[in-house]
């Protein structure tokens, strides 16, 4: 082991010679690891914060997703060369501490487990809250105890988040090549839904709707507005496009597939992004709700969260869906 100012450094031919003998199965291809970063990257994000972002953008936050999305595409790109590099288990961490260092090695991996940790609990918490909704539409109501955390009055924990959290994780322990099954047919039935979603939205598109398209401009005036501004939230409707590089101990040829995996992943979900969002945009509208003296509101705020145009994105499309469709 060497040794720099932030530690010991393991070298590369350490990291590889661990990875050969306690190699994982090589199973996953070209077409599967662009399905688990699909499936990754798409979720909570597009059908809950594409309302925050057009508060902040309008009909301009179409902007915010290319730009979340050329950010994340450098970072893919990066992502791509040093899992080419060193196609093992470990993602970040592994880089880092071959190049870094033990130290920062040790930051990265818990800001990565932090960061899985915040997002699969959005991503389960975002899916009780509708399957709480959908079972309320069929007139079942569970017990407001059961269905928020202990963090909100009245709450004691939510269920159906835990058991949704507790059911994927025992699909990860099964093993790789199952959880990949179980994700292309998950992937499957979201881009049947958002492509259903767009097919509906599209031919019924009204030009006035995106009339001004950048009411906030790019940067806003204050409180992060703007598209600019606006990409910051849409870009976690992206993040999980590094979960293809941790599978690249697990991938076959992984300096062509892990590539393809996460730059094919990207681009296919912000396809669907922009098209998602102009479908809403044309059809709903997306222009900033103001209050009496025409100032934007914020995000959150308990004005804001009152009117129903602030409401989660998803509830207020499939509303208006549900009346486009009922007349």
């Known amino acids: 082991m060497a040794f720099n100012l932030f530690g010991r450094i393991k070298p590369l031919d350490a990291i590889l010679a661990t990875a050969e003998k306690k190699a994982l199965t090589r199973s996953l291809g070209p077409v599967q690891l662009t399905l688990l970063g699909v499936g990754a990257i798409i979720g909570t994000g597009i059908f809950v914060l594409t309302s925050e972002a057009a508060q902040k953008a309008g009909p301009g936050m179409m902007w915010s997703f290319v730009i979340a999305g050329l950010v994340c595409a450098v970072a893919a790109l990066c992502y791509s060369e040093l899992a080419s590099m060193v196609p093992v288990s470990g993602s970040a961490y592994t880089y880092t501490y071959a190049v870094m260092g033990e130290l920062l090695a040790w930051m990265v991996g818990w800001a990565l487990i932090l960061e899985y940790a915040v997002a699969a609990s959005a991503v389960s918490v975002g899916w009780s809250g ?43 322990m099964i093993g790789t090549s199952e959880s990949a099954k179980v994700n292309a047919v998950l992937v499957a039935i979201k881009v049947t839904a958002l492509t259903v979603f767009i097919a509906l939205t599209l031919p019924m598109i009204k030009g006035q709707n995106f009339d001004p398209f950048l009411p906030n401009g790019w940067f806003g005036e204050s409180r992060g507005f703007g598209a600019v501004g606006a990409a910051a939230s849409i870009f976690f409707a992206y993040v999980g496009f590094d979960a293809v590089s941790t599978a690249a101990e697990e991938t076959k040829n992984p300096q062509r597939n892990v590539p393809i995996g996460l730059i094919g992943s990207l681009g296919i979900c912000t396809v669907f992004y922009l098209l998602v969002a102009a479908g809403a945009i044309g059809t709903v509208g997306a222009q900033p709700i103001v209050d009496a003296a025409g100032n934007v509101l914020a995000p959150g705020s308990t004005e804001c969260n009152a009117r129903p145009c602030c409401q989660p994105a998803a509830s207020r499309w499939c509303a208006a869906m549900r009346r486009w469709l009922l007349s």
């Open 130 to 172: 509708y399957f709480v909704g959908l079972l309320a539409n069929a007139g079942i109501e569970l017990p407001r105890a059961l269905t928020i955390g202990s963090y909100a009055p009245g709450g004691l924990v939510n269920l159906p988040a835990l058991i949704i959290a507790l059911l994927v994780t025992f699909l990860l």
